[in-house]
């Protein structure tokens, strides 16, 4: 967040984004440096915690929803099935990079609030850098799609400067990443906020579900083709340029509260 720049640590939180009928929840609350512990193996934020057991990632999720305060608890585990030990520079000073740490990994999701509970294919990567992303970056689109070859990812966007950037890769089933042509641009309808999305494919691509439609960010599902094959891809379109507008910052709070 912006409001971190200085002193990260002193804003840290845990995003949880729950969709599905009737059971539909958001939680982000923001915590001070003295509710963040960590060593090698976990990380704590208030009362939730992310931690390796054995060669599973656990989550264990007990935040507030947002707006309303709705309870958000349960358990989530990340089992992943390869992993990739390299990364990727976003820009040329390597200030921002992004790791596609398990590109595919399988998850169980047990939640008592609100109680619901699931198994499937998983996805894990990992963005850092160090300065805040506004300061680099315009917008950008990433998306991935699970393949019968591999994981497929597109990473694209415009840093501030007006020059372009893009990752076009394959991961197969060992984590090995292998840079792929990069297919054709589509355009997909915009959001409901008017912001413009794209993905890559080899043919025809749409929007099958907006799962997430924020002033400055959007989550969807798309239905396209890669590879040779239909696929369902999970899909961002992210604005720095609106995430930094007064009006947007001053909506932030109401999504993203602060507990001390």
Request: glycine share 8%.
């Amino acid at each position: 967040m912006k409001s971190g720049k200085d002193q990260p640590e002193n804003h840290v939180a845990l995003n949880v984004a729950l969709y599905g009928q009737g059971a539909r929840r958001w939680a982000m609350t923001e915590r001070g440096a003295n509710s963040l512990h960590r060593n090698s193996d976990t990380l704590q934020v208030g009362p939730s915690s992310v931690r390796w057991d054995g060669d599973c990632l656990l989550f264990a999720i007990e935040e507030v929803g947002a707006v309303f305060g709705e309870k958000v608890r349960g358990t989530v585990k990340v089992h992943p099935e390869a992993l990739v030990c390299s990364g990727f520079s976003l820009d040329p000073q390597g200030r921002h990079r992004w790791q596609p740490i398990a590109p595919r990994s399988r998850i169980e999701v047990i939640f008592e609030h609100p109680g619901l509970s699931w198994s499937g294919d998983a996805y894990v990567d990992s963005n850092f850098g160090s300065e805040p992303m506004e300061n680099r970056f315009r917008e950008w689109q990433w998306s991935r799609a699970h393949g019968t070859d591999g994981t497929s990812v597109f990473y694209e966007g415009t840093r501030l400067d007006g020059s372009s950037f893009s990752l076009s890769l394959n991961i197969d089933f060992q984590g090995l990443p292998k840079v792929m042509e990069m297919p054709n641009l589509v355009n997909l309808r915009p959001t409901g906020w008017l912001m413009p999305r794209s993905t890559r494919s080899e043919g025809e691509a749409k929007v099958v579900k907006t799962w997430e439609d924020a002033p400055f960010y959007s989550r969807s599902t798309l239905g396209t083709r890669l590879n040779g094959e239909n696929v369902l891809a999970v899909h961002e379109s992210l604005s720095l340029t609106r995430f930094i507008n007064p009006v947007v910052q001053f909506m932030l709070p109401f999504r993203m509260p602060r507990r001390a």
